[in-house]
T-cell receptor, first 116, second 110 residues
Framework: GAVVSQHPSWVICKSGTSVKIECRSL??????MFWYRQFPKQSLMLMAT?????????EQGVEKDKFLINHASLTLSTLTVTSAHPEDSSFYIC????????????FGPGTRLTVT | QKEVEQNSGPLSVPEGAIASLNCTYS??????FFWYRQYSGKSPELIMF????GDKEDGRFTAQLNKASQYVSLLIRDSQPSDSATYLC??????????FGTGTSLTVIP
C-alpha cells in the first residue's frame, strides 16, 4: 500500500515554456501532499505544501506565480512550472501523507526536468 | 529555525558490519522522526519511523530516539552492498511539516 506515482518521470522543455507534473496517490486518499526540489548532491528542499481544496502554502523564497500547485482531489496534485528557465532544471519529487497515519509521508518516484 | 543535522559522510563500512547513522535536531517540540533511504537518482524511501524514546527494531534496522538529548540514530546490522545509499533523517512536530537533514552517504564495501 501507500503508493505514490508521478508523471512524467522525465521531461525536456525549451526555455519559456510551461511544464505540468502530476502526483497521484494510487491506493489511498491524501489530504496533504508536498512538493520538493532536489539539485544534484543536495538534500530535499520543500517547495510547498498542498492541501486538497485549498491554496498551497509556499516556502520562503519559492515563487508561487512561477510554481503553480493545484490539489483538486484527494488523489491528485499538480505542479506547473511556468515560463521555465535552465535554472529550474532539477529533480522534482512529490510526497503524500498516508491516510492511515498522518505522520507518514510516501514519496513519488520523482520527475527530472531539464530546461534547454 | 528548525534544524536537523546529519554528518554528510561519506561513511564506509565493510560488508557484514554495523553501520551507525546519527542525527540531531533543534526543536524540542518534535514528535516524530523518520529515516529515509535514497539511492542515487531516485526518490526517498521510508525505512522507519519512531515516536517514543528508546529503540525500535525492524529486521536489520534499529532506530534509537533520545528526546532529552535531541538525538536519533539508525543502526543497520549485517550491512550489505545494497544498503549503499544516502540516508535522510527527518522530523515533524505537527504531521504537516517535515524537516529533513542533508543526508549521510553510506558505502558498504564488499
Amino acid at each position: 500500500g501507500a503508493v505514490v506515482s508521478q508523471h512524467p518521470s522525465w521531461v525536456i522543455c525549451k526555455s519559456g515554456t510551461s511544464v505540468k507534473i502530476e502526483c497521484r496517490s494510487l491506493d489511498f486518499q491524501a489530504t496533504t501532499m508536498f512538493w520538493y526540489r532536489q539539485f544534484p548532491k543536495q538534500s530535499l528542499m520543500l517547495m510547498a505544501t498542498s492541501n486538497e481544496g485549498s491554496k498551497a502554502t509556499y516556502e520562503q523564497g519559492v515563487e508561487k506565480d512561477k510554481f503553480l500547485i493545484n490539489h483538486a482531489s484527494l488523489t491528485l496534485s499538480t505542479l506547473t512550472v511556468t515560463s521555465a528557465h535552465p535554472e529550474d532544471s532539477s529533480f522534482y519529487i512529490c510526497s503524500a501523507l498516508s491516510g492511515t497515519s498522518s505522520y507518514e509521508q510516501y514519496f513519488g518516484p520523482g520527475t527530472r526536468l531539464t530546461v534547454t | 529555525q528548525k534544524e536537523v543535522e546529519q554528518n554528510s559522510g561519506p561513511l564506509s563500512v565493510p560488508e557484514g558490519a554495523i553501520a551507525s547513522l546519527n542525527c540531531t535536531y533543534s526543536d524540542r517540540g518534535s514528535q516524530s522522526f523518520f529515516w529515509y533511504r535514497q539511492y542515487s537518482g531516485k526518490s526517498p524511501e521510508l525505512i522507519m519511523f519512531i515516536y517514543s524514546n528508546g529503540d525500535k527494531e525492524d529486521g536489520r534496522f534499529t532506530a534509537q530516539l533520545n528526546k532529552a538529548s535531541q538525538y536519533v540514530s539508525l543502526l543497520i546490522r549485517d550491512s550489505q552492498p545494497s544498503d549503499s545509499a544516502t540516508y535522510l533523517c527527518a522530523e515533524s512536530n505537527t504531521g504537516n511539516q517535515f524537516y529533513f537533514g542533508t543526508g549521510t552517504s553510506l558505502t558498504v564495501i564488499p
